[in-house]
């Protein structure tokens, strides 16, 4: 749970906050503003602490962080030249905007939240490709073609998967270990890319299987055996 | 963990009605124990103000002590921060006193007010 490797939660990106909190109070006379910001270094890492991600998910942007504080204290509020608010970044854009339109306040929480299925799928793929490797159990996807029909097919996976399953379990337990682990930016590129590797290989190994499923009109055939 | 600024699904919004009652609850989790900042705002969220915003708890708390309510003293620490303790001081202790009163009086009103809305 404490993984304080997101960037935002370092000393650079508190930094980063506490400026731009500093600069909206700008208009403040110097020691109110000091005694406003003193305890907010402190403040935020402890919130680095306890939570992942950036400083802006859990507390919102620096300007509307200083509004609040402000009222809070008390403080009237800037006049004038503070009123329009500093134009938002694309991605800041876009991080909120898809967000909301999965009533999420922002896209990067909901792809936190995903994290671990990915884990889960990471760790699947990983054993089923290492069974395949060592047992020689990988279905092969020409051969799998020839079967007769996709209800086959289907019973053919599903057994496949089964047999996999201790071996998928323990994949699934190293890598959620690999997920929640402190990884410095090296390991962490290494984990992205044999992440990648074995999403890579996935699809190819199922591209041609799935082709010819599609291509024999067979989704409605399986619809109606599950269904009819 | 409780992320109030993500709680974006959140069907009632407590927020306009904590405005005014904030005061009352950082005094009156100071009440039995000292606190500092962040230690203060997780415990009015883990007592179910789960809508407080972080800058308006720190915000009060620079407010009460402004209005003589508080004490500060700093603990110092080996490993971690050095950390700003806030306290009630006879100040604070009255006003936590007279503003229970008037909030004890005030939530009874409404009630009645409800009360007598929902058989009108």
């Known amino acids: ?228 | 963990m409780v992320f109030r600024f993500t709680d974006y699904h959140r069907p009632v919004d407590t927020s306009q009605l904590l405005k005014g009652v904030l005061d009352l609850a950082v005094l009156a989790v100071l009440r039995d124990e000292d606190g500092y900042g962040y230690d203060i705002l997780r415990r009015l969220r883990s007592a179910g103000l789960e809508e407080v915003g972080d800058a308006s708890v720190y915000g009060t708390l620079r407010r009460l002590f402004q209005a003589g309510h508080l004490t500060t003293y700093v603990v110092p620490s080996e490993e971690g921060p050095h950390r700003k303790y806030y306290a009630l001081n006879p100040s604070g202790r009255a006003q936590l006193t007279t503003s229970t009163k008037v909030w004890r009086g005030f939530a009874s009103t409404m009630d009645t007010i409800l009360s007598e809305g929902a058989s009108a």
């Open chain 1, 1 to 228: 749970m404490n993984d304080i490797s997101a960037p935002s939660g370092t000393r650079g990106g508190i930094d980063t906050y506490v400026a731009a909190v500093r600069a909206a109070l700008a208009d403040l006379p110097a020691g109110t503003r000091d005694e406003l910001v003193r305890d907010l270094p402190d403040h935020l890492a402890e919130v680095a602490a306890e939570h992942t991600g950036p400083l802006d998910d859990r507390l919102g942007p620096p300007a509307r962080y200083a509004a609040e504080l402000r009222a809070a204290a008390g403080l009237p509020e800037p006049r004038g030249a503070v009123a329009a608010p500093a134009p938002v970044p694309l991605p800041t854009r876009l991080n909120h905007g898809l967000g909301r339109l999965i009533g999420y306040e922002t896209f990067g929480r909901f792809a936190a939240d995903l994290r671990p299925a990915w884990w889960v799928l990471r760790g699947s793929l990983a054993e089923v490709l290492l069974a395949a490797l060592l047992i020689g159990a990988w279905p092969d996807a020409g051969r799998l073609m020839y079967l007769s029909g996709p209800v086959s097919v289907f019973r053919y996976l599903l057994a496949a998967m089964a047999v996999a399953l201790p071996f998928t379990l323990a994949g699934v337990l190293v890598s959620v270990r690999l997920g929640r682990a402190r990884l410095d930016a090296g390991q962490r590129t290494v984990v992205a890319l044999v992440g990648l590797v074995l999403v890579g290989v996935a699809i190819y190994s199922v591209w041609p299987l799935a082709v010819a499923v599609l291509r024999r009109g067979a989704v409605p055939e399986l619809l109606y055996w599950i269904f009819g």
